[in-house]
């Protein structure tokens, strides 16, 4: 079994936890979850970049190896992304943010915080995870730093989600004057101008 890499388009939000978030469904239409078994946590891991080919491929036979342990970490992905969702759409919205979900995000946090090592490089020092590309649940660390890092260093203000017609997509607002209001415009941002265009044509035929 080949972890299943999904399209490249669905890395829009600038975070690794925002685009982790964005895993929950295809804004094209079918609502298909981008999660449906540990195969597919590879393979976004893949996606990504937390994974290389070589990594994504031996994780995929030791999910197949380890079924149950596998299903495991599908069901810890599935609680974070939950979580993070549920932080990153309070945030965006100015609410306040659910206790439960920030105690899912740090119990990650802390199995995250037990592999990080600081390692030497030529120019200094980089962060390096002990057993990366290798433990089940290698593919959840990098979220749960990602999504610390983006609470604790921010920009919060520009979290913002995709205002395309049920999307809902989380990304950061990078752009020079915070006015980013789709997840991509070439998929919902023209979506609303086309049903823009068919509003003023239909109200001008009438
Ligand atoms: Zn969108």
């Keep these: 079994m080949a972890a299943r890499m999904p399209p490249r ?29 540990y195969p597919d946590v590879v393979g976004w891991g893949w996606r990504s970049g937390i994974l290389n080919a070589e990594e994504a491929a031996r994780l995929t036979r030791l999910g ?7 299903l495991v970490v599908w069901e810890r992905a599935i609680r974070l992304r939950e979580a993070l969702s549920s932080i990153f759409c309070a945030v965006a ?17 802390a199995g995250a915080m037990a592999r990080s090592q ?18 089940l649940d ?13 609470l604790t260093e921010g920009p919060l203000g520009a979290i913002r989600r995709c205002e ?11 752009s020079r004057n915070r006015t980013r209001r789709w997840c991509d415009m070439r998929i919902c941002g023209n979506r609303a101008k086309a049903r823009r265009h068919h509003a003023r044509v239909k109200a001008g035929a009438a």
């Design 164 to 174: 395309g017609r049920a999307c809902g997509w989380l990304f950061l607002d990078t």
């Design 64 to 70: 197949v190896r380890a079924p149950t342990e596998g």
């Design 93 to 109: 919205a100015g609410l306040r943010i659910r206790p439960e979900a920030l105690d899912v995000l740090n119990g990650e946090l």
């Design 138 to 150: 290698c593919v959840l660390w990098p979220i749960a730093r990602s999504a610390a890092d983006l």
């Design 9 to 37: 388009y669905d890395l829009v939000g600038g975070r690794l936890c925002l685009d982790f978030c964005n895993t929950t469904g295809d804004r094209r239409g079918d609502a298909e979850d981008r999660l449906r078994g």
């Design 118 to 135: 600081v390692v030497p490089t030529d120019s200094g020092f980089t962060w390096l995870w002990a057993e990366g590309g290798k433990a």
